[in-house]
């Protein structure tokens, strides 16, 4: 993928600093590939769109990530990290048109959960709460359902438990990417838990010490050359490092 310029970097900054969770992650990966906007990548599989940020991620710090967590039972840090190659390899996985779900006499028409998706439900009220928010998703992908005694349900609702419960497996299987999660184990406690991995947020961070790495490296150039912060920008890293060597005494 190509390499974000300094100006890149500031202006995601700018534009995300405010944004929903969500709308930063659709905004973070269309940055990645300038034909891609936000909009067509809202209507993507969710396992698209973290591919574009594990990419993203790799090109401006490398493949490994380090978290850290809080142990649900003691209280301690947990620290813990993954790396993009194996995730990215993920994203072969990914199932665009799925087929319909054959279980318990019913006939499932489906898609995978999007981003759209994600930012739909989010405005909908209860949707903080864990089971109301999966109900609402779930009901958003359920596009038919037919019943072998021509019965049929018309939301996912309706549904009985375990036709509800083969479905999301059936989501996890066809889109892998879409909620990844990560099985640790507390070294204090020894307690054992899974915690989410937010690619978003990985991304989010970097930009976010990019930025101010970038907003300081434009003050001492402009205080001591006189420069534009466009005049800056438009230098290449490894000039405007000199640049910066230079002012602080460490390039005679």
Same mark, same amino acid.
């Given at each position: 993928? =190509?390499?974000?310029?300094?100006?890149?970097?500031? =202006?995601?900054?700018?534009?995300?600093?405010?944004?929903?969770?969500?709308?930063?992650?659709?905004?973070?990966?269309?940055?990645?590939?300038?034909?891609?906007?936000?909009?067509?990548?809202?209507?993507?599989?969710?396992?698209?769109?973290?591919?574009?940020?594990?990419?993203?991620?790799?090109?401006?710090?490398?493949?490994?990530?380090?978290?850290?967590?809080?142990?649900?039972?003691?209280?301690?840090?947990?620290?813990?990290?993954?790396?993009?190659?194996?995730?990215?390899?993920?994203?072969?996985?990914?199932?665009?048109?799925?087929?319909?779900?054959?279980?318990?006499?019913?006939?499932?028409?489906?898609?995978?959960?999007?981003?759209?998706?994600?930012?739909?439900?989010?405005?909908?009220?209860?949707?903080?709460?864990?089971? =109301?928010?999966?109900?609402?998703?779930?009901?958003?992908?359920?596009?038919?359902? =037919?019943?072998?005694?021509?019965?049929?349900?018309?939301?996912?609702?309706?549904?009985?438990?375990?036709?509800?419960?083969?479905?999301?497996?059936?989501?996890?299987?066809?889109?892998?990417?879409?909620?990844?999660?990560?099985?640790?184990?507390?070294?204090?406690?020894?307690?054992?838990?899974?915690?989410?991995?937010?690619?978003?947020?990985?991304?989010?961070?970097?930009?976010?010490?990019?930025?101010?790495?970038?907003?300081?490296?434009?003050?001492?150039?402009?205080?001591?050359?006189?420069?534009?912060?466009?005049?800056?920008?438009?230098?290449?890293?490894?000039?405007?490092?000199?640049?910066?060597?230079?002012?602080?005494?460490?390039?005679?």
């Amino acid at each position: 993928m =190509r390499v974000l310029p300094a100006g890149e970097v500031l =202006r995601l900054w700018d534009e995300c600093q405010n944004a929903s969770p969500n709308g930063r992650a659709l905004a973070l990966a269309a940055a990645v590939d300038g034909g891609i906007g936000s909009a067509e990548l809202a209507d993507r599989p969710v396992g698209r769109v973290t591919a574009l940020l594990l990419r993203l991620r790799t090109a401006l710090a490398g493949p490994e990530m380090y978290a850290v967590v809080t142990c649900p039972d003691c209280g301690q840090a947990v620290e813990f990290q993954a790396a993009t190659g194996p995730l990215l390899a993920l994203e072969d996985k990914v199932v665009d048109s799925p087929p319909p779900l054959l279980h318990g006499g019913h006939e499932v028409t489906w898609r995978s959960p999007s981003y759209g998706d994600l930012l739909a439900v989010a405005e909908q009220p209860g949707a903080a709460d864990p089971d =109301r928010g999966a109900a609402l998703l779930l009901d958003r992908c359920v596009l038919r359902v =037919r019943h072998e005694e021509g019965t049929a349900p018309v939301t996912a609702a309706d549904l009985p438990e375990t036709v509800r419960e083969a479905l999301s497996e059936a989501m996890s299987t066809a889109d892998p990417l879409a909620d990844v999660l990560v099985d640790l184990r507390c070294p204090d406690c020894g307690s054992e838990f899974t915690a989410g991995f937010d690619a978003a947020a990985f991304v989010w961070a970097e930009v976010e010490a990019r930025a101010r790495h970038l907003l300081l490296d434009i003050d001492a150039l402009a205080r001591s050359y006189g420069w534009s912060e466009s005049d800056v920008l438009a230098l290449s890293e490894p000039r405007r490092a000199a640049y910066l060597r230079i002012v602080t005494g460490e390039l005679p």
